[in-house]
Nanobody, 115 residues
């Protein structure tokens, strides 16, 4: 089993920044991918950014140039630096890990962008 714990959410004004972190623990091994998803009220969960164990990253078009995903294999953490936040970035952000075909999710952290 793998446990994922997100942190770093909160309230921020438009144009501001936040940094989310996800710590993985438990049976950590092998090739994996980790990602951040988000779900806004009344909307489906969507991919924000992902990173493979080899460092390959992908981003949703809506966050390219504003968000940066990074990973620390030694610490089993993945972070999401979010800059130039917009009202539409408001959502619960979830961490996801896929390891040997098994999907793990964190419980999420709320990001609210509001003036």
């Amino acid at each position: 089993q793998v446990q994922l714990v997100e942190s770093g959410g909160g309230l921020v004004q438009p144009g501001g920044s936040l940094r989310l972190s996800c710590a993985a623990s438990g049976s950590i091994f092998g090739i994996y991918s980790m990602a951040w998803y988000r779900q806004a009220p009344g909307k489906q969960r969507e991919l924000v950014a992902s990173i493979m164990s080899d460092g390959t990253t992908t981003y949703a078009d809506s966050v390219k140039g504003r968000f940066t995903i990074s990973g620390d294999n030694a610490k089993n953490t993945v972070s999401l630096q979010m800059n130039s936040l917009k009202l539409e970035d408001t959502a619960v952000y979830y961490c996801k890990r896929v390891q040997i075909g098994v999907v793990y999710w964190g419980k999420g952290t709320l990001v609210t962008v509001s003036s």
